[in-house]
């Protein structure tokens, strides 16, 4: 089957592991998001995968050819894998034209066809061809950028960070267009970031990485909903975590009984919830509610962040809700939880 | 705009064109090598006569006697050079002592007075000049003179004269006084002189120094002189020649040599250089061009404008026996190089 | 793990087909670095060292008897006293007048500051020893230290002005502002906020004015004025390359070692600040008034008329009496030809030898490296005189075939003026950021061809700079010339030299002419780098 795969990859500098013993597998036409603090050696496996730099020891391999193993490694010219910088390194001293013709061996006619194509496809307009990449806007920038990678029909692409240097309401739309044509295309994608929102938007697959280490990975629901520790769970999205006393399946903790996705497990343990999980209300509608008290209600437009106190917490707890209704400073309220809590490792 | 990378092509392409035609900036391997100490403008009188009445090039590099005389000793049997002409007679000395001189044709000896070429040595006079006190008519009367160069040294005359003692010319005054008077003597006088004279880089700047009222007087040669008066005299028109004559030190008449070198790889058209140089055409151009330097072929007239060589009453000094090195480090040891 | 549709397996299929995978070799990383690149720039290290190694052997040669000899007697104390003098005297001069140009020109609302300022950098365009020309036809008696203050002065102070003139361009105006809000009057806050701001300005610039009055002979020598440099060339004339010459030049590397390492420790751990954006407000340029007006504009007036008015009148003067026939001359043009050629092999070459230094000081920075260009900028350090010495003693003995050949004189101006061009070139090959280079190789570019294609496009305005530098410093040269010309070869500043020598006034001014024309674009370009990284 056509993938890519990463064997125990190490890299080392000095005495700093950058990569430290990473395997990952993800299968042709998926998008990959490698996601994880600065300084997480995500980045260096990128570069590793682009071949610009190589791995102490371990494997890459992709679409069943080697690219590096046993100290060895294929040039980063013969791999035939695009790769999007982040401030989208577009060639200073050529026009856009040029920069997207770099990479092509084709000559005249076909060349410009070939050009104009793929200025098309990253829905520029056909009169930016002659502009200088200092006349380019940011986002601009980045499609140049991609249509030149897609030049090469590339086996894969990387995208270190590229949307990272825009505006919000612009990063939206660029993400779904890359993905988009990326899909369409049958262009495998491996995303670096440290914008947890757009990794879960963006892939299909995620991975986590800290410290040169591979935490975690899968699909970005069951990363998010069972993340494989409370930085992991914390990293990607706003969470509760309580103390639990657990047996057989259910978690006794502030907020009562709830069920966990863990039937095993016996004994004091912590437990996730994400915050869309509780329901917050008046008044007591169900039994299974909990009441609490608002400590404090810090406005913050759609949703605002409440310190609820509850009878059996030393500190209040932090929960981002809704805005509206907008429970006043000091009334009671409701907690329903609904489906599981995720029982994190000890 | 033009693209900057059609500009970079532009700028290598220039480059290389002319980094290509610098490839035959040195000259070409036919022809000869003149070491030339003389002075520039009457060599190449002499380069252009010859090539024209032979169609043989010659190349010249310009230095200083004892400059070019070292650099050839030094370079030993693969030198460059095939024909060496110097201002003044010691470095000649110093590459004849080397044995590297190749014997002159007898046809170039017979061309060129006795009295100017050494007895010994495979070098012949080419030119002659004679030690001369410049000195500012407005501030010395003829009273005033010095008698003899040794009187330079007194107390009176500190800070009142002039000379150019990195000048192979200087230098070569000083080996005739070294051959004349002795070591010591010599010695004794390069000290009086460190504290009495004024260094300067040239003769014409000495004598430019002494119009101008910087200084009284100063050692040179007499062709400096005759040379301004006969452009505009602007740099001489407060000045006049003394000669000291009663065969002092100061009157001695320095022989400017020219000698074939052993390793020269053309010797015949070196061989024609010298002779050519030595015989009519050459010697005709120290009379009428504005060299103003002493001829010294058989019967050869020089400038009329000049004192006659013979009532210089000059020393009579063995130029084979100047010795160069020994006055540059009596020189050096009196604090003057 | 998501499953892979069919329809994307058969897009990859597709490609495949396209580009079939049949698994080229795989290579051995290449090491970070080329070994081509280290070890073309340890070579260059190691060139630079020729010199320096040259005296030491020497030295040691000579025997530490006549070493003490030919060192240690009056005539070097006194040739000591005069260059220490010199400089001790100079410095200081070039220090305040360029410190006050730069003031009055960036931060004063002194009339037509930017014509002062490009006058103040014109007298680069005149070469030291046309200064002096200039000078001594116009008054004969002009001579001596004080004739060679005056002249060092006008010749080099622009190198002060230069680096002051940038620092007080950039340097935030809020800093004296806050200082006059704390309560100092002007005066007290020019001399404790703005000054010391300017103090690495000084360092640098009054480094460079040393070096040069170390190495400069024409100027001096028309001047009768002895240096250790003027010195070393009667040597050299009254005994080609003896020992006297030798140890001399031994003593003038060792000033230049002294100097070198005093601008280092007085820099202390202080760094040349890196240029920034340049400051967010431009600074209120002060209001002269009548009272402190007039003599301002005096000063430039009086500056310009010394530094550009004689040099340009007696020149002027010249030319005229010279008419028409004065460029007649049959040796002149040749002269420009090879002034041209010389200049532009040697600016090719210096270039090319800096390209490895100047990247690996970019993009691979080590101590090794550090040194390597410590080295380098050591010999560029020494006066001419001293590294030509060397390359005549070394091709004379050992190297023949590269004696008197158009090679060694070229080497001896990359070893002179090699930084010249790594400065330019290190600034662009910065601009071409290590990223781009990655992105061209991951569009199938081989590293090489991505060095050519991207890295060094980009760096062609610096190298181009770097080689206008070298290019107008070489056709100025005169000592190192003088002594390596092959048989037969004169530039326009050996040729100047041979005219003045025999005071030909008259045939030497073309020879001056021409070279302040070719000078001029260096000056233009320095103005134009200097209010370009001022951020203007």
Partial sequence: MSSLHLHQLCKHYGSVKAVDHVSLHATAGSRLAIVGPSGSGKTTLLRMIAGFEFPDSGSISLNGQTLAADGRALPAHLRRIGYVAQDGALFPHLTVADNIGFGLTDKGHARQQRIAELVEMVALDQHMLQRWPHELSGGQQQRVALARALAQQPQLMLLDEPFSALDTGLRAAMRQMVAQLLGEAGISAILVTHDQAEALSFADQLAVMRQGRLIQSGTPQQLYSQPADETTALFLGEALILPAQVKAGQAQCALGEIAVNDGQFCGAGRIMLRPEQLTLQAEAGAASAVMAQVVECDFGGHSSLLSLRLPELASPLQLRSASWPLPARGSMVALTVQGRAHLLPA | MSSPSTRFAKISLLLATLFAGSAHAAPSAEGIVVYNAQHESLTKSWVEGFTKETGIKVTVRNGSDSEMGNQIVQEGASSPADVFLTENSPAMVLVDNAKLLAPLSPATLAQVDPAYRPAQGKWVGIAARSTVFVYNKNRLTPQELPKSLLDLAKPEWKGRWGAAPAGADFQAIVSALLEQKGEAATLAWLKAMKTNALPYKGNSVVMKAVNASQIDGGVIYHYYYFGDQSKTGENSKNTALHYFKHQDPGAFVSLSGGGVLASSKHKEEAQAFLKWVTGKGGQDILRTENSFEYAVGLGAQSNPKLVPLKNLDAPKIDASRLNSRKTVELMTQAGLL | ?536
């Fill in chain 3, 1 to 536: 793990m998501p499953s892979t549709s069919s329809s994307t397996s058969a897009a990859a299929a597709a490609a495949d087909t396209l580009h079939p995978t049949t698994s080229p070799e795989l290579r051995l990383p290449g090491r970070r670095l080329p070994l081509w690149l280290s070890g073309s720039s340890l070579l260059v290290s190691l060139l630079a060292l020729l010199p320096l190694a040259f005296i030491i052997a020497i030295s040691i040669q000579t025997g530490w008897e006549t070493v003490v000899r030919l060192v240690f007697r009056p005539r070097v104390g006194e040739l000591l006293f005069n260059t220490s003098l010199l400089v001790v005297l100079t410095l200081p001069l070039c220090v305040a007048l360029g410190i006050a140009m730069a003031w009055l020109t960036e931060r004063s609302n002194l009339p037509a500051r930017r014509i002062w300022s490009a006058l103040a950098i014109a007298p680069l365009a005149v070469p030291a020893f046309v200064h002096s020309y200039a000078w001594i036809s116009l008054l004969p008696a002009f001579n001596g230290l004080a004739a060679a203050v005056l002249l060092s002065v006008i010749a080099y102070f622009p190198f002060i002005y230069l680096p002051a003139a940038a620092a007080l361009r950039r340097m935030d105006p809020a800093l004296e502002d806050s200082a006059a809000a704390l309560g100092l009057a002007p005066w007290a806050v020019f001399r404790r906020v703005t000054l010391p701001q300017l103090r690495l300005a000084i360092w640098g610039g009054g480094l460079l004015v040393s070096l040069h009055l170390l190495a400069e002979y024409g100027l001096y020598a028309m001047i009768r004025f002895d240096t250790f440099t003027t010195a070393i060339f009667d040597q050299f004339q009254s005994s080609f390359n003896g020992p006297a010459a030798n140890m001399l030049a031994g003593v003038l590397a060792l000033c230049c070692l002294l100097l070198l390492s005093a601008e280092a420790a007085s820099r202390g751990t202080a760094r040349y600040a890196r240029v920034g954006a340049g400051s967010a407000r431009q600074a209120v340029p002060a209001r002269l008034g009548w009272r402190w007006g007039l003599p301002s504009l005096l000063l430039c007036l009086a500056t310009a008329a010394l530094t550009l008015g004689v040099p340009l009148l007696t020149l002027g003067h010249w030319l005229w009496e010279g008419g028409g026939e004065a460029w007649h001359n049959a040796a002149l043009w040749p002269a420009l030809r090879q002034t041209l050629l010389f200049g532009a092999a040697g600016a090719v070459l210096t270039v090319l030898a800096a390209v490895p230094l100047a990247w690996l000081s970019v993009r691979a920075p080590s101590r090794l490296q550090r040194l390597q260009e410590g080295c380098n900028y050591i010999t560029s350090a020494l006066p001419g005189i001293v590294t030509a010495l060397a390359l005549v003693t070394i091709t004379i003995n050992f190297a023949r075939p590269l004696y008197q050949t158009v090679l060694t004189i070229l080497l001896a101006y990359l070893l002179m003026f090699l930084p010249r061009a790594l400065i330019s070139l290190r600034a662009g090959i910065a601009q071409a950021p290590a990223e781009l280079e990655n992105a061209a190789r991951s569009l199938g570019c081989t590293p090489g061809r991505a060095l050519w294609r991207v890295t060094l496009r980009l760096a062609a305005p610096g190298a181009a700079a770097g080689m206008a530098m070298v290019f107008l410093a070489i056709s100025n040269e005169l000592t190192a010339t003088l002594l390596l010309a092959p048989n037969g070869t004169r530039t326009l500043a050996t040729g100047f030299w041979a005219m003045t020598s025999e005071i030909d006034y008259i045939a030497a001014a073309p020879y001056a002419l021409l070279m302040v024309v070719l000078s001029l674009p260096l000056t233009w370009l320095l103005h134009y780098h200097s209010k370009r990284t001022a951020g203007r």
